[in-house]
Structures are given as structure tokens and as C-alpha cells.
């Protein structure tokens, strides 16, 4: 079963930079698909980067700003969010898609507030 596992959300003011991280563990394989998805109360889970294959897909929303990173021998894809708005705040979560198979981690919270 593959597990995933988040770390580095927190409140930022506006402006202000983090990193996201997202480590797979349970399986020797690279996923077919890896990146991030947003949410917000009261809306759908949105994307907001992530690979497909070699291919890299951002929303509009977040182009220029952030910028999303894979390695592929860890297992892992982080976000480095840039010029942070109150808009992006919401619960970000990893996935990963194996096959017909998808997994979510259990989301971390980013808040841009001041």
C-alpha cells in the first residue's frame, strides 16, 4: 500500500515563501503521475501542480510564482511557493497515481495571512 506523507505548511504572511515536501513510501516504484492539489472548504479539490510523466502542468493561478520539483530515485515531489497570496491558502494535498490506482496524503494547511 502506498503511503504518503507531507510536511512543511504554516503561515506565512503575504508575499512570503514555503516549501512543500511529499515522500512515497511503500512501493519501489516511480508513480505515472505525482504533484498537488488544493482545497478549501466548501469547494473541490483543485490542482495546483504536478507531473505526468516528464510533462509539468501548473494552474494559472500559480504560474510564475510556484514551482514544483520531482526526484524520482526518492520518491518524492516538492512545491516551493512563491509571492504567497491570501488566495492560496487551503489544505494542500500530495498525490500520486500508480496504474489505475490514486493515493492522497493527509493534506497540510497553508494560511497567507498578515
Known amino acids: 500500500q502506498v503511503q504518503l506523507a507531507e510536511s512543511g505548511g504554516g503561515l506565512v504572511q503575504p508575499g512570503g515563501s514555503l516549501t512543500l515536501s511529499c515522500a512515497a513510501s511503500g512501493t519501489v516504484y516511480s508513480a505515472d503521475a505525482m504533484g498537488w492539489y488544493r482545497q478549501v472548504p466548501g469547494q473541490e479539490r483543485e490542482l495546483v501542480a504536478r507531473?505526468?510523466?516528464?510533462?509539468?502542468m501548473y494552474a494559472d493561478s500559480v504560474k510564475g510564482r510556484f514551482t514544483i520539483s520531482r526526484d524520482y530515485a526518492k520518491k518524492t515531489v516538492s512545491l516551493q511557493m512563491n509571492n504567497l497570496k491570501p488566495d492560496d491558502t487551503g489544505v494542500y494535498f500530495c498525490n500520486a497515481v500508480y496504474g489505475p490506482s490514486k493515493y492522497w496524503g493527509q493534506g497540510t494547511q497553508v494560511t497567507v495571512s498578515s
Open positions: 507531473y505526468v510523466g516528464a510533462i509539468i
